[in-house]
């Protein structure tokens, strides 16, 4: 069986489009899917869409959060519900061709690969500084982190049960799926696939919230920066040390001019923005660890269809 999940948030428009052209395409590949939308608290009529394609489609299944818990929750509870032998992992805006399915399913399928993800060849359509930066992200995260992040790699994946087992059971609560993936490894194959727009709405990623979100990447997946303002710190108490015995040196042989204001200051500007940058970086680990010990549920769900099938096979 396969299973395809698909968060959605405010994709009344795309919803529609989504499904008829991912049911053709799995129809023709394999008898046994399910498809499993998660509402991640859309406000627009996505649930009422769901209830509806639930209604007269038994592969439909739908689990609707009480509000927006983001796209990694939404993902975190697509694998914790998918039943299939094959996960699919797609958006709703049909940026991910659902036409692929067929060669990922194949390569899973019959070529033993255990995961096979779409990769992006190029960044047309982008804007030239969000390049830049996704550039510039992913140099910086390959060299000080374990898990290997891929540049231009998508969420569009197939796993086999394996390895969906396995990401469940990365249970963290600050997650960050394409870290994720590159930290449980597997066997991976890389489709090329050209950028494609949006078929409606609009993407709900601001420059700055995915700006945020790659610091959130690196905190998840590397504790570098850490060891990076210790050596800092030692630095400046080097350089203190030597320039304090020059001081004392000098004010032997020649005395105590009182002059050197402005080092003074200089020195105190940059000492002080040291530390208080060393103090933001630990903060944010902190922050982290405090997050995770509360151990707060990854998201709630306020309605689904899926028990309902299930007594209704009861009966
Ligand atoms: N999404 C979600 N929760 C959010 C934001 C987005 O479930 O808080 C879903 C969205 O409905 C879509 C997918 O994640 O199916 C990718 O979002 P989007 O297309 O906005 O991102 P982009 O493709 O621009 O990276
Ligand atoms: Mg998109």
Request: proline share 3%; with cysteine.
């Amino acid at each position: 069986m396969i299973s395809i999940i698909v968060p959605c948030f405010n994709e009344q428009e795309s919803l529609p489009l989504f499904y008829e052209e991912a049911k053709k395409v799995l129809e023709g590949i394999e008898q046994s899917y399910e498809m499993l939308f998660v509402n991640d608290g859309s406000s627009d009529g996505t649930l009422d869409i769901l209830r509806e394609l639930s209604e007269k489609d038994t592969a439909v299944k739908y689990l609707s959060f009480s509000r927006n818990f983001g796209k990694e929750s939404a993902m975190y509870a697509g694998l914790q519900h998918a039943k299939g032998d094959y996960v699919v992992m797609m958006d709703a805006d049909l940026q991910h061709p659902p036409a692929m399915l067929e060669e990922m399913y194949l390569a899973i399928k019959e070529e033993g690969y255990d995961v096979v993800a779409a990769r992006r060849v190029s960044r047309k359509g982008e804007p030239l500084i969000r390049s830049l930066f996704s550039r510039c992200f992913y140099r910086i995260i390959n060299k000080i982190s374990s898990a290997e992040f891929v540049d231009g790699a998508s969420d569009f994946r197939m796993f086999s049960r394996k390895v969906v087992d396995a990401m469940v059971e990365m249970g963290e609560y600050n997650r960050f799926l394409k870290g994720i993936f590159g930290w449980v490894g597997f066997k991976t194959k890389w489709v090329p696939y050209e950028n494609v727009e949006r078929v409606a709405g609009g993407t709900s990623w601001s420059f700055w919230k995915l700006f945020l979100y790659s610091l959130e990447g690196i905190i998840a997946f590397s504790t570098v920066p850490l060891g990076i303002i210790s050596i800092i710190g030692v630095m400046f108490f080097v350089v203190a040390f030597v320039w304090m015995i020059g001081i004392i040196v000098r004010t032997l042989i020649w005395g105590d001019p009182v002059a050197g204001f402005p080092t003074l200051a200089c020195m105190l500007l940059l000492i002080g923005g040291s530390i208080q940058l060393s103090l933001g970086i630990i903060g944010q680990y902190l922050a982290k660890t405090y997050l995770e010990t509360k151990r707060r549920p990854h998201y709630i769900i306020a309605e689904t269809n899926e028990r309902k099938q299930n007594e209704d096979k009861q009966v």
